[in-house]
């Protein structure tokens, strides 16, 4: 007779098999309903097109309906190119690599374009692939549209709000929860693992604050570690049971897919006939949005234009002499000062001050005391003193007054918006918010440039 | 009784402005399942929220998803900053004029409005520390925040809390001190869903006490010599004895009033000796001299007249309807000089008064003042009314019930004397020389002073 020993290499034994049913059982019984949207892969971040013509042999030569979107000096990926092969040359619509295929491309064979090598594309969507090979990351990630149900066990905790700042802070909500690993496989293709989201239906929540919100809030985590269970270990020694950090799901670019493309007002599910996303309903960042906004608000009540509003205070006109008109003025075309009126008349100038107010920024384009001004791109004709243009054609826009000689510059239009964004005319942001165009022979240019992308040959989409 | 209560925001409003400048930044996510690349702005909030607003964001319940990217910014600090401490009681004074406001329109116009004064006291240099918390969600998403950020402080960012000419604490700079580039231990064993990036400011900040806003002050009279005769400094010789003061009008206008009218004079315009006007053209507009220091506020705004007795004859003033060069006044009657005589009945001229019962049958007491002289010593026989009366011009007689008597000789009076026509309610003042209207006249520049 054999030693007894439950421990037996290579396949498993029949008690592994008869615990591993047990405890399969055990999540059954006891475990709680989980759903869980699989992470696939990341999305396509880069060209991706097709042949439009077979090669009749090995060549660099490759043929596209067009070649609009490609640059030179991209890397290709796809079946029989050599990794690392360039893009060397185009036209409308062939284009050469810096090595030959390593067998003739059929018709409709996919080939991908991607400028930075660190950043690749990828033959077949699939978990293992790493979007961002320097940063080590998957930014845009995709997933399934089928959801898997599993069993999960995890201890329930009370969970502590930390409001502080952000709502809830990062570690809060953790918890660890177990699967039963072959369970797992058989349904979900493979072991969850890190960026998988789950939700946990049990903590539906039919009652939030919003009673108006179309649907009942559901409970999300990602997954954020996972291994073996220590518990999950049988007398075999094998594991049973995989073991998962989770950490409540965030409304962020890695999980878009899954909260922009569940529409929750559904009649069919999965159908996507609905408006609603999850995401519009369940996030929080519309209303920091919105509080933003208000504060934006708020900023530029407080301060609508940088530098300083005169437009509210009278500035006493002065005569050409520099003396108060405290006598009722009458200008004559020529200039003279009449003595036949006790008011400003139609046949007079404009009694308009011969000084602005002076300060820092405290000029935005309008007028002074609200007088009459003549906007344009050229001074008008036949002025009369005292006469107030505001020539647009000055950048910034400037004001004149005329003196009866002259026209004399009053301010210059220097105060913008504080709020980032176009009408922030500061001087950096001419250089951020500049979305003027202009052609050449290369076609429509873009102003602003990238100084690390300034005059390099760039696509047309 | 407690200080007065006063909040104006100060340091909100710097904090309002610096969520401002940080706000409306985008990231970019890339390509979703579609090929399509979205553009996400980045909101900015106040990073210390109460427990019960925040609840309340999150809906009352555990199932609401927190959002990156995002930033928080938070007060961290705020301390005093000796160094840039100046004089605490230096009080600075600006005067100003506004347009014309009209209330229904909302509207400044063209004319001049109200005109003030305000008095600013050294505001309190503190230096306010804020750090600005950027959550994120992956390295690419901080990277393109902090680069689109990290523009902004060259060295640093200007930024204003209020657009007002007057607030002069109103400009101040964000100074980018610190960078804490993330909350999580590098390298990161495990997955972590957001990572958190603290920015640290600083702001050289004033707070202020409340501003005093006045009507516009104007010098109305300039006193250049405060000492006597003899070089002495007394209480006396401030308020009455000045024996070397210069009494100036800023504009060194005169008035002249007559009957319930002013008119505006210059100075040149006052030329004849008997007192009449030589008025040159174009009149005075009352207006662009009044609104040299504000606006006439009918009801309120005042011009006083100094009287020769030392006092202040006030009236309300408003502008007359039709002509721009007159003034309506109306002299509060308690200001007007008290009588020093008693009333007479009539200004009469003795010659060519027309006689009747009042004359030919006097009652007790009634009095009249002479504009001519009446009776001679040479006359023995005398009239029939004035009996053997001999007075002069300028004299007041009185009615005894018997024969008429002079009360008021105008040849030894000296005093400055006041007194009424019953018959026409006019005020005289007896100059020593000759009766005049009490009030009326000519008041030339610091005669007269306007108050807005």
Redesign the interface.
Known sequence: MPRLSLWKEGRHTNDYKFIDRRMSEMFTIGGTGILVHKYLG????NISKNTSSAQASTSSSISFSSTADINLGMFVAGNAVVTGTKVVAKTANTVTLSANTTSALSANTTLKFYTDAAQPSYMNQSAQNI??LF?L?N??R?YDTSVYNLRGIYQTQD?T?D??????F?QT?TLFIVFHINDMIASLGRKIM??DVIELMH???YN???DS?PVA????Y?I??CNNASEGFSPTWWPHLWRC?I????????Y??I???IKVDETIPGSGTGNISL?SV????????E??DA??R???T???????????????PTTDDGR?????L?LTSDGNIT?????INAGAGIDSPGEP?R??L?YAGGTI???PVTVGISFPTNPMIGDLTLRTDYLPNRLFRYDGRRWVKMEDNVRTS????PDNDTL?SNF?NDTSTFINNTGNVSVRQSLSQALRPKADN | MAQQFFYDGQIRRFLVQFIRAVSNFDVEFGRDRDGTKTLQRVPVYYGDPSRQAATILKGNSENTLNGVPAMSAYISGLTYEQSRMQDPFFVDKMNLRQRRYDPDTGLYDTQQGDAYTIERLMPVPYKLTVKLDIWTSNTEQKMQIIEQLATLFNPSLEIQSTDNYIDWTSLSLIQLIEVNWSSRTVPASVEEPIDIATLTFDMPIWISSPAKVKKLGVIQKIINNIYDEQGKFTEDTILTNLVSRMVVSPINYSVFYSGNQLKLLKQHEIANDDGSLIVTQPPNNWRSVIEIYGTLVTGESEIRLSLPTGTELIGLITYHPTDPTILLYTPIEDTAPTNTLSPVNAVINPINVTVNNNLTNPSNGTRYLLTDDIGSAINLSGSVIWGSLIAKANDIIEYNGTTWNVVFDSATIKTTEYITNLNTNVQYRWTGEEWVKSVEGVYRGGDWSLVI
């Open positions: 990341p999305n396509e971040q979007q961002d940063f990351e930014r845009d995709k969970v709000f409001l502080s700042q952000f709502g809830m990062l909500g890190p960026g903590l539906k929540d939030p604050l919003d919100l809030l559901k409970r999300f990602v954020s570690d950090k950490n409540p799901l965030t409304d962020s670019q890695e878009k897919d909260l922009n493309q995401g369940s996030s929080i960042i519309s209303k920091y949005q509080i933003n504060i934006i708020e900023a530029e407080n301060v609508p234009f940088s530098g300083y509003d005169t437009s509210y205070l009278y500035v006493k108060y008109p405290t006598d009722p009458g003595a036949d009126s006790g008011t107010v300060g820092y405290t005391n609200g007088l504080l709020t980032p964004g950096r951020v």
